[in-house]
């Protein structure tokens, strides 16, 4: 079955560490996503790529880095300059090309301890 | 800038309830309007969506219709069951003819159902 892939589902990370979410899809997709939710502020744009070896940042990519090597996989690393890591992490998936509708993961929930 | 307006919640429904999610939104143009649904420690699925005024999404008993003179889609139900419970986004993307179009999301309407 076709679909998007991110793990680990639970991690954990100690203060000053940097770590990566996983994010892999076999849909074909051309643009990938990286968004980041937590209690009552809905989802808001890290980063997104909309072609391999090519990403841009979103609304809140300070303290975050991505590389877009293949088109199948986008990991995300939390680095130790995000101040409030803790978090509830979703990867995204479209086609690309004026198509909007985006498939999800299943997420990623960081907890910095 | 483009935005989307809904209650947080948490609505509180007992089984077989009328569903109403109000959503309304900010945009210019004729942006493509969307419902998501997340199940607990889950990603977003696409539950509908419009991509024209006066357009109609429909899926698994849930509605929604595109209204461009009041901005909203708002999401009903006719009879919710308890697996209805869940968070649900509305969401919306700005037309373009192509390349990266963001999509902007509400902040997410709790909806608990009691047997």
């Known amino acids: 079955d076709g679909g998007i892939t991110q793990s680990p589902k639970y991690l954990f990370r100690k203060e000053g560490q940097n770590v990566t979410l996983s994010c892999e899809q076999n849909?074909?997709?051309?643009?990938m996503y990286w968004y980041r939710q937590d209690p009552g502020q809905g989802l808001r744009l890290i980063y997104y790529?909309?072609?391999?070896?090519?990403?841009q940042k979103g609304d809140i990519a300070e303290g975050y880095s991505v590389s877009r090597e293949k088109k199948e996989s986008f990991p995300l690393t939390v680095t130790s300059a995000q101040k409030n890591p803790t978090a509830f992490y979703l990867c995204?998936?479209?086609?690309?090309?004026?198509?909007?509708?985006?498939?999800f993961g299943q997420g990623t929930r960081l907890t910095v301890v | 800038g483009n935005s989307v307006t809904q209650m947080e919640g948490p609505v509180t429904l007992s089984e077989e309830a009328f569903l109403t999610i109000n959503c309304t939104y900010t945009?210019?143009?004729?942006?493509?309007l969307f419902w998501y649904v997340q199940y607990p420690g889950e990603g977003l699925q696409l539950l509908l969506k419009?991509?024209?005024?006066?357009d109609k999404g429909s899926n698994k008993g849930f509605e929604a219709t595109y209204r461009k003179e009041t901005t909203s889609f708002h999401l009903e139900k006719g009879s919710v069951q308890v697996s209805d419970s869940a968070v649900y986004f509305c969401?919306?993307?700005?037309?373009?003819?192509?390349?990266?179009?963001?999509?902007?999301f509400g902040i997410g309407t709790k909806l608990q159902v009691i047997p």
């Open positions: 419009a991509t024209k005024a006066d």
């Open positions: 969401a919306l993307s700005p037309f373009h003819s192509g390349g990266y179009q963001k999509v902007t």
């Open positions: 945009a210019t143009g004729y942006p493509s």
């Open positions: 790529s909309q072609i391999v070896n090519d990403f």
């Open positions: 995204a998936s479209s086609q690309g090309q004026g198509v909007t509708e985006a498939f």
């Open positions: 849909l074909n997709h051309d643009a």
